[in-house]
């Protein structure tokens, strides 16, 4: 099976179309700078080029062929399990620097369906030079094996961080994570049912909280899903677990 999006591969052209690719360029160099060495890093950008992900695409399903290993350069995505009633579990989340589609290493199938919570722009590298990295080829393991830890600690991250504790202490989490620093803190939120799967609430759950959170101005609605956050308020609901 393919990915569940179709690549554009079509020239850009004009001044705007340069500086989108430039800035996608620059992003993909950031994330993929914190995981691999100058020298992997070259080799890896001169791979296919970036892919945009519109928020709520699949870029893949479990059981898809893994012939891919995926970068995450911008946005935020899910990987999910589906249990054999249908619900959904999400066993982590994936930020700028993370990979995905590391079973392209195995030989086996993606393991889990990975979707875009957010508008993402993806570092597309081919099995075949994964495959190099440890097999001797002109890329070292060792940025391989960053992105590897990388990703076990995100499975750790959702278990300990919002796995554990009151749903109000979850959501407070979760919202700390996904928000910005700084006095005027904003946190771009998705639907209810998402962090339901993150947090294994249900989504009636989550929206009380939601509302509590409004109601004592831990948070203020600035739009549809996006707040204005009161950290303080809110690292000190997460601490009471």
């Given at each position: 099976?393919?990915?569940?999006f179709?690549l554009d591969?079509?020239?850009?052209?004009?001044p705007?179309?340069?500086?989108?690719?430039?800035?996608?360029?620059?992003a993909c160099e950031?994330?993929?700078?914190?995981?691999l060495?100058a020298?992997?890093?070259?080799?890896?950008?001169?791979q296919d080029?970036?892919?945009?992900?519109?928020r709520?695409?699949?870029?893949f399903?479990?059981g898809?062929?893994?012939?891919?290993?995926?970068?995450?350069?911008?946005g935020?995505?899910?990987?999910?399990h589906?249990?054999?009633?249908?619900?959904?579990?999400?066993?982590?989340?994936?930020?700028?620097?993370?990979?995905l589609?590391?079973?392209?290493?195995?030989?086996?199938?993606?393991r889990?369906?990975a979707?875009a919570?957010r508008d993402?722009?993806l570092?597309r590298?081919?099995?075949s030079f994964?495959?190099?990295?440890l097999?001797?080829g002109?890329?070292?393991?060792?940025g391989?094996?960053k992105?590897?830890?990388?990703s076990i600690d995100?499975?750790?991250?959702l278990?300990?961080e919002?796995g554990l504790?009151?749903?109000?202490?979850?959501v407070a989490r979760l919202?700390?994570?996904?928000?910005?620093?700084g006095?005027d803190a904003?946190?771009?939120?998705f639907g209810?049912?998402?962090?339901g799967?993150?947090?294994n609430?249900t989504?009636?759950?989550?929206?009380r909280?939601?509302t509590e959170?409004?109601?004592?101005a831990?948070i203020?609605?600035?739009?549809?899903?996006?707040?204005?956050?009161?950290?303080?308020?809110?690292?000190?609901?997460?601490?009471?677990?």
């Open positions: 099976m393919h990915t569940g179709s591969h079509s020239p850009r052209t004009g705007t179309g340069a500086q989108t690719g430039h800035r996608r360029q620059c950031q994330a993929l700078s914190e995981r060495n020298g992997d890093l070259r080799l890896a950008l001169k080029p970036e892919i945009a992900v519109p709520n695409r699949t870029v399903r479990t898809d062929r893994a012939d891919t290993l995926f970068i995450v350069c911008r935020l995505l899910k990987l999910s589906f249990t054999r009633r249908g619900e959904e579990r999400v066993v982590r989340l994936l930020r700028p620097g993370d990979a589609g590391l079973e392209c290493l195995t030989g086996h199938p993606y889990h369906s979707v919570l993402s722009t570092c590298i081919p099995a994964v495959g190099g990295m097999d001797g002109p890329a070292s393991p060792s391989l094996f992105l590897w830890q990388t995100r499975a750790d991250e278990l300990v919002f504790g009151s749903a109000r202490s979850r919202l700390l994570l996904l928000g910005e620093e006095p904003q946190c771009e939120l209810r049912g998402d962090v799967a993150i947090l609430l989504p009636e759950t989550v929206s909280v939601i959170f409004k109601q004592t831990a203020t609605q600035l739009d549809v899903n996006r707040y204005r956050c009161d950290r303080p308020t809110l690292a000190r609901v997460a601490e009471r677990g």
